[in-house]
Nanobody, 120 residues
Framework: VQLQASGGGLVQPGGSLRLSCAAS????????MGWFRQAPGKQREFVAL???????NYADSVKGRFTISRDNAKNTAYLQMISLKPEDTAVYYC???????????????WGQGTQVTVSS
């Protein structure tokens, strides 16, 4: 099982970006997909999650600016980010709580991270 994150880049304050996280491999079921981020010198922090049923949750710092969604048929989650601020600068990591085929216990997998830089 692998998670591939993409879509990061350099954007000016107030700009937008969309991140993608595609899960691949021998997957039976994906329960929750989410995003965390880690800024230089700081701990990794929760950003957003979406359940298989479409229930979402967000960190207070991104509510109203970020939207998480998923395409269950493609095993892919998206993070639409608008009104970006310099403090959103971080490496963004996606994760998924899923059951590989033949595995009863849910396991958490992480993507490799994608850099988001918000700067003028």
């Amino acid at each position: 099982v692998q998670l591939q994150a993409s879509g990061g880049g350099l954007v000016q304050p107030g700009g937008s970006l969309r991140l993608s996280c595609a899960a691949s491999g021998s997957i039976f079921r994906i329960n929750v997909m989410g995003w965390f981020r880690q800024a230089p010198g700081k701990q990794r922090e929760f950003v957003a999650l979406v359940t298989s049923g479409g229930v979402t949750n967000y960190a207070d710092s991104v509510k109203g600016r970020f939207t998480i969604s998923r395409d269950n048929a493609k095993n892919t989650a998206y993070l639409q980010m608008i009104s970006l601020k310099p403090e959103d600068t971080a490496v963004y990591y996606c994760n998924a709580d899923l059951n590989p085929i033949g595995v009863v216990n849910t396991q958490r997998y992480w993507g490799q991270g994608t850099q988001v830089t918000v700067s003028s």
